[in-house]
Nanobody, 129 residues
Framework: QVQLEESGGGSVQAGGSLRLSCVVSGRTSYPYCMAWFRQTPGKGREGVAG???????SYAVSVKGRFTISKDNVDNTLYLQMSSLKPEDTAMYYC???????????????????????WGQGTQVTVAS
């Protein structure tokens, strides 16, 4: 099994940038589909970005071109680089994973939270206008 621990959240002005990190520990030698989700109070989790073990990535329409998901396989850390942040990006951000390659939709990693069975505790991102 693996454990996921996020960090890097904080408060930033609109237009600013943040980089979230998710340290993966445990049985890291196996391939995992990994993703970032976000959630605001009263709403369900929204898939933000996903990454297949082979490196294929997918993004929510709302963040495409502004966010980049990447993984450092030496440090076993998943990143989410967020730029041009908007107030509507304010949310709790979660790192998620499941063993194996990603289910796909349109040839890219599918961002359905029901697929993911491993979750971090979350890190809060607040974007002020």
């Amino acid at each position: 099994q693996v454990q996921l621990e996020e960090s890097g959240g904080g408060s930033v002005q609109a237009g600013g940038s943040l980089r979230l990190s998710c340290v993966v520990s445990g049985r890291t030698s196996y391939p995992y589909c990994m993703a970032w989700f976000r959630q605001t109070p009263g709403k369900g989790r929204e898939g933000v970005a996903g990454r297949d073990p082979e490196g294929s990535a997918s993004y929510a329409v709302s963040v495409k071109g502004r966010f980049t998901i990447s993984k450092d396989n030496v440090d076993n850390t998943l990143y989410l680089q967020m730029s041009s942040l908007k107030p509507e990006d304010t949310a709790m951000y979660y790192c998620a994973a499941y063993l194996g390659t990603c289910y796909v939709r349109g040839g890219l990693p599918r961002l359905d939270d029901d697929d993911f069975n491993l979750w971090g505790q979350g890190t809060q991102v607040t974007v002020a206008s």
